[in-house]
């Protein structure tokens, strides 16, 4: 059985993300220390559709920074499909975040110059894919989350809920193990909010994506399967 691309077999190997005590400090030994991250153990099993919720500052978009390999935790360890960074010469990590994340933020961060269609295919080129296969399967990907027909728009010509979907596409074309969206429904009204949380519904059901989501937002956290609430840097 092929599962998001990958075999079953492989996908049970290991899980999407785990975090084993993991600590984010930032200025630390200044007066001004932060600990975004107080000792985190957390496993994401591949499939899972997972809400991140708590206050503003109790380390939701640290966390994804780090499962999403943007970031170092200050201790402890992350593995993401089972390889674990640090172990990765640092020129590679790169390449291995294009290949196992993908990134949906609050603001889309499409490229303004370039049409849907590239923005989702820019990624893949980076992966080695040639021009032309790039642009099918980018083509592909905005067929997938209701973009077909807008696939030559530039982001300018496009909704805020349209943009988003382009970068969820963006996100997912390189089939990753993890898709991370922090507060990606933010700046939508709730309508465009809506769809966007049905979308990611789709993509975990049907392809078996895993997805984790930071939100502040109730309704998001009401469609995941499971809800982890932060609080001060720990999970509740
Ligand atoms: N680069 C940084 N330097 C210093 N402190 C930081 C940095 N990034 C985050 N912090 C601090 O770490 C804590 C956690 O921040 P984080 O952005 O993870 O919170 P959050 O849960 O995502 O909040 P929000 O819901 O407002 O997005 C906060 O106290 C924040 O001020
Ligand atoms: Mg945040």
Request: glycine share 10%.
């Amino acid at each position: 059985m092929v599962v998001n691309g990958r075999e079953a077999s492989e996908a049970h190997v290991a899980p999407a993300g785990e975090l084993r005590a993991v600590t984010k400090v930032y200025g630390a030994g200044s007066p001004g220390e932060v600990r975004a991250l107080d000792g985190v153990d957390l496993t994401i099993e591949r499939g899972e559709m997972v809400a991140l919720v708590g206050p503003s500052g109790c380390g939701k978009s640290t966390l994804l920074h780090i499962l999403g390999l943007l970031d170092r935790p200050t201790s402890g360890q992350v593995t993401v499909a089972g390889i674990d960074p640090l172990r990765v010469p640092r020129r590679a990590l790169p390449s291995l975040r294009n290949r196992c994340v993908g990134f949906v933020f609050q603001r889309h961060h499409l490229v303004p110059a370039l049409t849907a269609l590239e923005n989702v295919a820019v990624p893949l080129r980076y992966r080695g894919l040639s021009r032309s296969e790039a642009l099918d399967r980018a083509a592909r990907w905005l067929e997938r989350v209701g973009l077909g027909a807008r696939r030559h728009h530039f982001p300018g010509q496009l909704s805020g809920g349209e943009q988003q979907r382009v970068a969820v596409a963006r996100a997912l074309a390189g089939e990753p193990a993890l898709l991370l969206a922090d507060e990606p429904t933010g700046e939508l009204d709730s309508r465009s909010a809506a769809r966007l949380v049905e979308l990611l519904q789709e993509l975990n059901r049907e392809l078996g994506q895993t997805v984790v989501v930071a939100t502040h937002d109730p309704a998001v956290a009401a469609a995941c399967r499971r809800v982890v609430e932060m609080r001060d840097g720990r999970l509740m």
